[in-house]
């Protein structure tokens, strides 16, 4: 049996965006890698699905390769309530 890992893709008339745990990007060292294209709120990240959405799925698939990524399709017929949250603001620190 595989184990699955389940993710809501959230998509409205114009875009979409798949929501994952904020820490999650930290734990698979992506969290400087996603674009400002993208959402927060407190704790979850709304990535865009054009790029950062690769680039998470991607990095997942890398340090999970026994788990199946399973997305549950959210579609509303309006602006989604993610157009209203905080850009994703991560840049990488100085050193």
Known sequence: MTDKATFKYIQDPGHGWLEVPRNLLTKLGIEYDISSFSYID???????????????????????????????????NHDSFIRNLLRYPMTRPEL
């Open 42 to 76: 407190r704790s979850r990240a709304y990535l865009e699905e054009d790029c950062d959405m690769t680039v998470f799925i991607e990095a997942f698939e890398k340090h999970k390769p026994d788990v199946e990524i399973v997305l549950v399709e959210v579609y509303v």
